[in-house]
């Protein structure tokens, strides 16, 4: 593997925490969010100046996540007063306020950002192992929340949040126990790019990188956990295989999300469980035939 | 007896429309009450002010003795409130054991923590499949809601509201969209919980059901409560009678 493959792969790495962050709030529970890009920022600011001031890496890394989830917690107590539709406006204004504070903070870098981030301590490959790892364990976390009786009753919020009150459901609760999940796991990918990249800024963390986490979740299919993996890798290296793509990443994902939403709401995990269905009945017709 | 659920001088307004206009009603532990009345009279509404889902002008509502009137759906529903609904409100996205099962894990999800380190659901299922079994829709447990005729749905909102194992079951039509052999088989079934301990309250149309099920009726008309008590007794008050016969004069005119 060269320098080349090691970085990206580390990048993908990061990018299944973060979408997988966004999956625990729009996937599982249903909450719409146009700010999480502020979330993977809040962490790798908090990482940043924390390694800078020479906390240990585990250390600055678990800051970012911690800081990330409590803002997600307070954005979460904001959201349940908005009615649904508002939510994604709500979440879009978060992202803006965050970019707004750290461009026009002198003390957090402002446009020019935070450079001179200290070496977690690993060299490349071990980096991406350690990723790697985590984007693993995350991972298995979704799995196992989704098979949860709390992934069950985000089930039951996404589906029909007057219904799920009735039968018990305290919809309040999913929301924040969604939305502090999902925006620690920001936080802990935006620690783990602040020190991968070692040079942060505000725009790294603006509106194009939550449209772009929001497509991988989509492209995905809302709620599917390997289906965000497959489209975040997809979604990852494909800006790098076709350097053009990068200049209209907007339009592009724009397009994808558009395309998803009207044609495949269900996504790639969707696609597949379609394209088994068929082979399943195809199948059953050549028995019958047969 | 004390009353198991006892509802207090409901009042609710919307817009300009006087929905219910001080509104009583005691229901006794064990009891099968229906409640009749024409289209509009208030009869869901009254029942979405005592789950919590109507914010009245004013209300007093008393589960068990214990005051519900401040609290939030959710809670009344674990404090023993269960309610079907009229227009089915199934979870679109599961499967029809999924939304049983789903209810029938209501002391699973009320702990943050122990929701997220629980994942075994077999003994849930295994219950939801007898409620389903109990309104006569277990064959079709492992399809989708979608594509269900409304008679199952009707009878999957029964079947949820049963696996909360309420104090209280609040039946809102549960007849409707079910056909003749469907509602009486159903009307038993509700009639047979009830003898062995469910205090139900059903809002319903079906009069021949109501009639033969339900051991006391209540009328609502135009938001007012116009009778309440032995069925037989009720349906020969003048004021019943001029409330549907006026209702169908009403109608023939149109
Ligand atoms: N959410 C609402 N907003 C405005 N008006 C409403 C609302 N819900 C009910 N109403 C009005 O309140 C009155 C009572 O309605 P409600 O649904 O309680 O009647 P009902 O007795 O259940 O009738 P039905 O037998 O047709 O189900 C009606 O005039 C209805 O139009
Ligand atoms: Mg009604």
Redo the contacts with the bound molecule.
Sequence with gaps: MGIYEISLATLVGINIILALGLNMISGFCGQISLGHAAFYGIGAYTAAFMAKAGAPFPAAVLAGMVLAGLVGLAVGLTSLRVRHDFLAITTMGVGFLFLGVVRQQEILGGELGVSGIPSPGLEKTGYMVLVLILAAFFTAFSLWIKRSWMGFAFEAVADDEDTARVLTVDVAACKLTAFAMGTAMAGVAGGLYASFARFIMPDDFGFITSITVLSMVAVGGIGSVFGVIISTVILTLMPEFFRFISDYKLLLYGALLFGVMRFAPEGLAGFTRAVRKAGIRSAGKKEAAG | MKPLLEVKNVTVR??G?L?LDDVSLEVRPGEFLSMI??????????MRVVTGTVKPVSARIRLDGRDITMLPTHQRARLGLALTH?IVRPFRSMTLLDNVTLAAGHHRIGRVIRALTAVDRSAEREQARKYLELVGIAEAAEKSVLGRPLGVVKRLEVARALALEPKVLLLD?PLAGLNTAEAARLADTVAEINRGGLTVVM?E?NLGEVLRVSRRLAV?DN?RKIADGDPGAVMRDPAVRAAYLGKEYQDAAA
């Design positions: 919307f817009g429309v929905a009345g024409p289209n509009g009279a208030g009869k869901t509404t009254l009229q039509e809002i149309h609502l938001g």
